[in-house]
Each structure stands twice: as structure tokens, then as C-alpha cells.
């Protein structure tokens, strides 16, 4: 397929549950799975979404992500859980940890789980929908303690990586929805310049030496480069210490961290629920937090055309909009793919029409 297509959203997801079906995933996980892929697209963070759905396969074939089994309690207490997911998905872990919580929310101002080793949950950003919809505040990390790209600030070894969070902050319109990592960039941005052949915008990165490029190819040194803590060459170590805190809510706390080496394959996650009610009160947290958006939004732009935009706003657009229009996937995504459906004989999806 050349070009882009678009496709109707219950279409996509259809297809790629079809997909993990057939790859041997149980119905029950393969669901969630599809649905927070194509979030992902629809969101407009393309990387996380149906593009991810031929690593996931490869991944399922080398037993990097196990198509079935169930979740092992590590401990269960009335405002906290951790899990241990043994490599299951992490799309369904997180749907059931989102239940979970969701109930426990209902009798607890605060509630906490932790889950060791799931596979990769994808965007961050659509897990939070659930909970600030029900006008709940809730943060999230998940690292994978099998990657190595962020060196500690003023070293040259990487020993950290990426380390994303992301917070949902409920309002009265439209949520804060926070989604950042807690590097200059991250590990698919780079690898997707170093495939194009192309440099950085700017020098984000340090070769094995320790001294700063705009080239992508340092990543793949014998020994490494490494991406810069966020913050960069000068102020880095403030990037440093928000991903030594994802290491120890994300990691740590559910006992899957780097100290026993693992794969690539895995990743811990931390999420935490807070219910305003049992604060100062749901309408007065909205009130706050409506106040703080109206002055944001009411900031004169340093470009007229480019008025203030809060975290979320743009996502939730493209979501909104591709919703009503269809999604948008690149021909190459599609492409890329025909191999496995021949494989699992699941034809392709049919797109209602061509993008513009």
C-alpha cells in the first residue's frame, strides 16, 4: 500500500485483536491490547501505535510476551497492590490494574498499585482517560530495566534510560493530560533519525566520551553514547533526579529492576490514584485547577498564532478528529506487515478513504 489511508477506528481495532488472535493471545488480553494501540494513533503518538503491532508479534514469537497466564499477587492491601504479570501483556495488566484501582478509588483518598515485569503498555497518556474522566488525579510511570541509554549527569555510562510519567489532571472541560520523559528524547526518536540517515535537531546526545553530537549512529558504539538527562548539557541533573524517581516508583516498589539484568522485554509500572473529594473537596480542587488553566490559556503568546496550550490539548483534538474522520496510518505501516497476516491469514483492514 502506497501512501496514506484512513480507517474508521472500531475497524482498527478489530483488525489488530484479529491479529493477536491469531498470533495465539487470548481474546481476553488481546481487547485491551487493541484498543490502547490504536488510542496511541488516535492521540497522535504514532510510534506506540498499530506501527508497534510488528515488534509485539516478533516479540510473542520469541516468548518475550507471553500469550496467556495470570497475574501473581504480591501483596494486597486495601489502599496498595503489586503484581507480578510474568511477561504478560501490558495493555491487559494495566486494564485490570485500572478496575482495580477504579474501585478501590471509590473508598480510599489515595490508592496505589505497582506491576513487575508486564510487557510494554504503550502510551502512557491513554491510560490516564479512565481516571480524569471520573475527575480523579492520577500518575503514572513504566521503564524497562532492560534498556541502558541515559547516562547519570556527569558520567558517560548509561545506566538509566528513557523513563517516562504522566499525570492526569481532571478540570472542567478539557483534562491536563502530562506525558513526558524524563530524557532530552528518547530511544525511538533517535533510532528513527539514524534510519532516515538524518541528524538531531540539536545535540541531545554524548558520545562514549562524553562529549556532546547531534549524531544518532552514537548509540550504537562499542561502548555507547548515551541520550542527556533532561535539561541537557547544563541542566541536566534536574532530567537526572525525575528519572532516578521513576526508577524507584516504577522499578523498586514492584521489585523488578535493573539489579538482576534483565532482557529488553519487560517493564515495571507505578500508578497512583488521588480522589479531590477527600481533600478540599471535588468542587474546590476544580475550582483551582480551572483558575490556574484560565490564567495559562489568558498568558499573551510570544507568537500570536501560537496561543498557550496546555498538556492534552492537542492529543485529545487529534483524537477527537480522527475519531469523526478516521485514523490516518502511513501505507509502510500496512506494508510492513503483510508477511505476519500471510503468516496468520487475517486479511488486511479496508480504509474508507485516502489521506490527504
Not at 510488528?54 to 495470570?70: F, H, N, P, W
Not at 534510560?161 to 520523559?181: E, H, K, Y
Not at 523498586?252 to 479531590?276: E, M, T, W
Not at 471535588?282 to 489568558?298: M, N, Q
Request: aromatic share 8%; charged share 20%; with cysteine.
Amino acid at each position: 500500500m502506497s501512501g496514506s489511508a484512513l480507517f474508521a477506528t472500531e475497524a482498527l481495532r478489530g483488525f489488530v485483536r484479529r491479529v493477536l488472535e491469531a498470533a495465539g493471545v487470548d481474546a481476553e488480553m488481546a481487547s485491551p491490547w487493541a484498543a490502547r494501540m490504536i488510542d496511541a494513533d488516535l492521540l497522535g503518538y504514532s510510534t506506540h501505535g498499530i506501527a508497534m503491532l510488528r515488534t509485539y508479534l516478533d516479540r510473542i514469537e520469541a516468548g518475550g510476551i507471553a500469550r496467556s497466564g495470570k497475574l501473581e499477587v504480591v501483596s494486597d492491601h486495601p489502599a496498595s497492590f503489586c503484581w507480578q504479570a510474568h511477561r504478560l501483556s501490558g495493555a491487559w495488566a494495566m486494564a485490570q490494574a485500572t478496575t482495580a484501582l477504579l474501585d478501590r478509588a471509590q473508598h480510599q483518598p489515595v490508592v496505589t498499585g505497582a506491576i513487575a515485569n508486564c510487557s510494554h503498555i504503550g502510551c502512557l497518556q491513554s491510560y490516564l482517560l479512565p481516571f480524569v474522566q471520573l475527575e480523579l488525579v492520577v500518575l503514572l510511570s513504566a521503564t524497562n530495566p532492560g534498556v541502558e541509554s541515559v547516562a547519570p549527569f556527569g558520567g558517560t555510562e548509561a545506566i538509566l534510560t528513557t523513563n517516562p510519567f504522566a499525570v492526569g489532571i481532571p478540570t472542567r472541560t478539557t483534562p491536563i493530560l502530562i506525558d513526558q520523559s524524563t530524557s532530552v528524547t528518547s530511544n525511538s526518536a533517535v533510532e528513527a533519525y539514524r534510519l532516515r540517515g538524518e541528524k538531531l535537531p540539536g545535540r541531545w546526545l554524548l558520545d562514549n566520551r562524553g562529549q556532546t553530537t547531534d549524531d544518532p549512529a552514537v548509540l550504537g558504539t562499542t561502548p555507547p553514547g548515551s541520550i542527556m538527562p533532561l535539561g541537557g548539557e547544563t541542566f541536566g541533573y534536574k532530567g537526572f533526579g525525575f528519572g532516578l524517581m521513576v526508577e524507584a516508583l516504577a522499578l523498586a516498589l514492584p521489585g523488578y529492576g535493573r539489579r538482576s539484568r534483565p532482557d529488553r522485554f519487560g517493564q515495571g509500572v507505578f500508578v497512583q490514584v488521588i480522589n479531590p473529594a477527600n481533600f478540599c473537596g471535588r468542587e474546590a480542587f476544580l475550582d483551582e485547577i480551572d483558575y490556574l488553566v484560565g490564567r495559562c490559556h489568558a498568558s499573551p503568546p510570544v507568537d500570536a498564532d501560537t496561543p498557550v496550550r496546555l498538556p492534552g490539548e492537542r492529543a485529545l483534538a487529534n483524537m477527537q478528529r480522527q475519531e469523526a474522520e478516521g485514523v490516518g496510518v502511513p501505507g509502510d505501516v500496512l506494508d510492513k506487515l503483510t508477511p505476519w497476516l500471510r503468516r496468520l491469514s487475517v486479511e488486511p483492514p479496508h480504509p474508507i478513504a485516502a489521506a490527504v
